[in-house]
């Protein structure tokens, strides 16, 4: 049923995408650190965050405000820590397994790794199949080549509910959302390193970015306190 819709709503969909890409403000990466290290007690935690615009930190005004500089906040400050961000705007998980091939990590077997990929597999319509594919590339990467104890795959948002798309085609993506999150979570329950991370997130106007798209410092700090949680070595354990 949901194929005919979309065969039946396509001239209005495409119509309706070109109209949000031209209007859309495009907000930048923002400045700051990607890396770093803090001396302390050892072993060093290693941390590592990978993926789109989102763990890029479009949306905030610097590194700092975004779930990258909130996360590494939030580890204990006596612990050595070092911790990178490898993330571009616009990637694919297969994008960000290419970028990650090609990027120097400077975090070796990492405790944790934080994924957020899926959004613009959403708007790109990759297939179900090339979706469960590329998880099993990107998990066996972060597995096998770099040794990553746990990895951290936070759930895709409920793009239905984005401000910046208009209906209909906000309720499509929507619905492909849930369905490569359905994917993504059987993926997760099938890998014994894996976990999804699920966290309520309010969507009022202080938590969404100026494009209406991107997550604010606001929502990074409730995305980094639920990945804080999941790792399990922080200054909220004390």
């Known amino acids: ?19 949000v890409r031209k209007q859309t403000v495009r907000l930048p990466e923002p400045p700051g650190a990607r890396h ?7 072993p060093a935690l290693q941390l590592l965050l990978l993926g789109d615009s989102a763990i890029a930190g479009v949306g905030c005004q610097t590194q700092e405000d975004a779930v990258a500089g909130q996360w590494v906040a ?9 911790w990178q961000l490898i993330a571009k705007s616009s990637l694919t998980c297969a ?10 990590v400077y975090v070796k077997a990492p405790d944790a790794v934080l994924v957020s990929v899926g959004v613009n597999d959403v708007t790109r319509r990759t297939s ?3 979706w469960r594919r590329d ?12 040794h990553a104890k746990q990895i951290i795959y936070t759930a895709l948002p409920p793009m239905h509910k984005f401000p910046a798309l208009p209906q209909p085609l906000r309720w499509f993506v ?15 329950q099938a890998h014994t390193n ?5 966290f309520d997130l309010p969507y009022e106007p202080e938590y969404i970015a100026a494009d209406g798209y991107h997550p604010s410092a606001q929502a990074a700090a409730i995305w980094a306190k639920a990945a804080a949680e999941k790792l399990g070595v922080t200054k909220i354990d004390s």
Not at 7 to 14: I, N, R, S, T, Y
């Open 95 to 104: 994008g960000v397994l290419a970028l990650l091939q090609e990027h120097e």
């Open 74 to 82: 939030l580890t204990p400050a006596e612990r050595a820590l070092r």
């Open 36 to 42: 770093g290290a803090r001396e302390g007690d050892e």
């Open 194 to 198: 894996t976990e999804l991370l699920n």
């Open 1 to 19: 049923m949901r194929k005919l819709l979309f065969a039946l709503a396509a001239p209005l969909l495409l119509l309706q995408g070109k109209r």
């Open 135 to 146: 998880l099993e590339q990107l998990t066996q990467y972060l597995t096998e080549q770099l």
């Open 174 to 188: 929507g619905q492909q959302a849930f369905e490569l999150n359905h994917h993504l979570a059987e993926h997760c």
């Open 128 to 130: 179900i199949t090339q």
